[in-house]
Nanobody, 122 residues
Framework: QLQASGGGSVQTGDSLRLSCAASRRMFSNNAMGWFRQVAGKERELVAAISWNGGDTRYADSVKGRFTISRNNAQNTLYLQMNSLKPEDTAVYFC?????????????????WGQGTQVTVSS
């Protein structure tokens, strides 16, 4: 199971920290990712991290503002979101990869959380 939390309604420039609690089976040795989706649009990668945290990948739109991290001892994934913008408004999903290596493709992620809404108003 993947359980995302931490979403909410904030103002432009505010910060939020998303968390994703995972089962050990899903989390250990697998890359993890955060995706987001706006109604009527495709799900897009926000950030991804390799199994040991040694490699990360970010969407150009969030580079320098968002930071992905993981705590393997606690099977938890994080997304620190700073300087939020209205265009960051979306449902955010955490996902567990099919292997240890990060990917930008949703098809390379096997398990998905239920999503948490982030709304940024101007």
């Amino acid at each position: 199971q993947l359980q995302a939390s931490g979403g909410g309604s904030v103002q432009t420039g505010d910060s939020l920290r998303l968390s994703c609690a995972a089962s050990r089976r899903m989390f250990s040795n697998n890359a993890m990712g955060w995706f987001r989706q706006v109604a009527g649009k495709e799900r897009e990668l926000v950030a991804a991290i390799s199994w040991n945290g040694g490699d990360t990948r970010y969407a150009d739109s969030v580079k320098g503002r968002f930071t992905i991290s993981r705590n393997n001892a606690q099977n938890t994934l994080y997304l620190q979101m700073n300087s939020l913008k209205p265009e960051d408004t979306a449902v955010y999903f955490c996902a567990a990869g099919i292997d240890a290596y990060i990917s930008v493709s949703p098809g390379r992620y096997r398990y998905w959380g239920q999503g948490t809404q982030v709304t940024v108003s101007s």
